[in-house]
């Protein structure tokens, strides 16, 4: 787990690590942008196998809103659209705050990485074309205000996949009367992992070989939040194989391991009865 750190890129801080563990193999887990810092999973190896399991993780972020400024990019670097007096107090905030907790709609901004027609938002923005974007759904299972002083507030925020916290922090500015920008963004956590357990580029590269594998996390620890399928040795032999094995229980995914315990993959078990692998371990493969 990386703490990314200010003004890098999501892309540039996998390849400094991939250099330091000297991985053929890696990928992130979701893209943080430059001015954001915190919680960035990375994975090596057999493990980038399953890293599209944390894209649709909730996730949590500390923000820090500037009130009475709106941008172009509803953040820091964007050109500046208006100011307006700010005048808003904890009570005001928290009134107007409580209309964005639970299921909302936001308009994805167009300053973003989804695409249209194959193309990504962001283009089509530095082109100067504004592209109609369809409302999205999305979750806030909390929206605490950590402080507010004259025009800045510092929020928490717990949200589903998808939430776009700039369009959440433009969307309250308007909502107050005086609008806002995100100043600045911080991941603290992405399904079962937090930030406090992340470490930066720099504490990796201060580590000896040996340190530095220390903090890894197992591969199947991306899998915590499905069930276990352990299997015995004969249905493990098949499994390794390509071969579906007879399974009770639920229809659903399932994590599977062999006889000795060893993390073998990832199968579903279909309606008739039988677990199927899906994503497996290459038995030898590391990083």
Not at 66 to 74: C, E, I, N, Q, W
Not at 90 to 101: K, L, P
Not at 124 to 132: F, Q
Not at 141 to 163: F, H, M, N, Q
Request: glycine residues 10%; contains cysteine; hydrophobic residues 40%.
């Amino acid at each position: 787990m990386l703490d990314k750190p200010l003004g890098m890129t999501s892309n540039a801080a996998l390849q400094a690590a991939r250099r330091l563990f000297n991985a053929q193999k890696a990928g992130h887990t979701g893209t943080l942008d430059p001015l954001a810092t915190g919680l960035l999973p990375l994975c090596f190896g057999e493990a980038t196998k399953f890293a599209g399991e944390l894209l649709h993780a909730d996730k949590s972020y500390r923000a820090t809103l500037r009130l009475g400024v709106t941008t172009d990019t509803a953040d820091a670097e964007g050109k500046i659209l208006r100011t307006r007096p700010v005048a808003v107090d904890q009570s005001i905030w928290r009134t107007t705050a409580a209309d964005f907790c639970g299921e909302i709609e936001q308009v994805p901004p167009m300053h973003s990485a989804l695409k249209r027609d194959g193309k990504p938002l962001y283009e089509y923005a530095r082109a100067g074309v504004d592209v109609p974007r369809e409302p999205r759904r999305v979750r806030i299972y909390r929206l605490e205000l950590i402080s507010l002083a004259g025009d800045e507030a510092v929020i928490d925020v717990d949200c589903s996949k998808g939430t776009y916290v700039r369009t959440l922090a433009a969307d309250i500015g308007e909502a107050l009367g005086c609008g806002a920008h995100l100043a600045a963004l911080r991941r603290t956590r992405i399904g079962g992992f937090d930030v406090t357990g992340a470490v930066t580029l720099a504490e990796l590269d201060s580590l000896t070989v040996d340190a530095r594998d220390e903090r890894l996390h197992p591969t199947d620890a991306l899998l915590s939040h499905l069930p276990v399928a352990k299997l015995a040795a004969t249905d493990t032999e098949r499994v390794l194989h390509g071969r579906a094995v007879p399974w009770q229980g639920e229809t659903g995914r399932f994590r599977i391991y062999g006889a000795n315990d060893q993390f073998l993959g990832l199968g579903d078990r279909s309606a008739d009865g039988l677990l199927n692998p899906r994503r497996m371990i290459v038995s030898g493969e590391d990083r």
